[in-house]
């Protein structure tokens, strides 16, 4: 079964400093990986994903997230945060053998501060 | 308008009441999915649905009916409303050939069981 993990309830950073919030996964074959936001009262929003190929993913509002493998990890990664960046930010996983579902983690608060 | 629209947006109901949520989409999409958001357990999976007249149970579908007649509707209902079933209800869809792009998700609903 696939299983998404996001060890960090709450991760702080000051603006203009990188951040990283961090996702680790379990699937039985290759991983589809996700990262979505959610600002208060809103639903997610999709932020990148990995398919194949590149380990590191380029997605919406300078957010990148790279792929390990070896680690199962899918941790995502901005250079200079911003304070509009503080919102809750969810990993997700699809396994290639487990249908068209996706797994959600149970999610990462993320705080800038100015 | 175009999107994926969830209703109601608040419900506040008593315990043992049937409640049923809506959710339509207009993009035709085969796949729609039903989420609950809880404090420290992220989203859950509750039922899924590969098109219409075709369902399945994903994570926690116990106390949830799902039907769906036609693509673009997928309703939820609660047969007998739990006070352990308030939470935030989510949507999403997502077009089967483009399901590792992501999904798109409602505004939400928030329900309230008393």
């Known amino acids: 079964a696939q299983s998404v993990a996001q060890p960090e309830d709450q991760v702080n950073v000051a603006e203009g400093n990188p951040l990283t919030v961090k996702c680790t996964y379990s699937?039985?074959?290759?991983?589809?990986l996700f990262w979505y936001v959610q600002y208060p009262n809103r639903g997610l929003q999709f932020l990148l994903k990995?398919?194949?190929?590149?380990?590191l993913v380029k997605g919406s509002y300078g957010f990148e997230a790279e792929f390990n493998k070896s680690q199962t990890s899918f941790h995502l990664k901005k250079p200079s945060a911003l304070v509009s960046d503080s919102a809750l930010y969810f990993c997700?996983?699809?396994?290639?053998?487990?249908?068209?579902?996706?797994?959600f983690g149970a999610g990462t608060r993320l705080f800038v501060k100015a | 308008d175009a999107g994926i629209t969830q209703s109601p947006r608040y419900k506040i109901t008593e315990t043992g009441r049937q409640v049923t949520l809506m959710c339509h989409q207009t993009?035709?999409?085969?796949?729609m999915f039903w989420y609950r958001q809880d404090l420290g357990h992220g989203l859950r999976l509750i039922y899924y649905?590969?098109?219409?007249?075709?369902?399945d149970k994903g994570e926690v579908p116990d106390g949830y009916v799902v039907s769906r007649s036609k693509t673009e509707n997928f309703p939820l209902t609660l047969e007998s409303a739990t006070r352990s079933q308030t939470s935030v209800y989510f949507c999403?869809?997502?077009?089967?050939?483009?399901?590792?792009?992501?999904?798109?998700f409602g505004s939400g609903t928030r329900l309230t069981v008393v």
């Open positions: 997700a996983v699809r396994d290639e053998t487990g249908g068209f579902k996706t797994i």
């Open positions: 699937v039985s074959g290759n991983p589809y």
């Open positions: 993009w035709s999409h085969s796949y």
């Open positions: 999403a869809s997502s077009d089967p050939y483009r399901v590792n792009y992501g999904y798109t």
């Open positions: 649905s590969a098109a219409a007249d075709i369902t």
């Open positions: 990995y398919i194949t190929g590149d380990n």
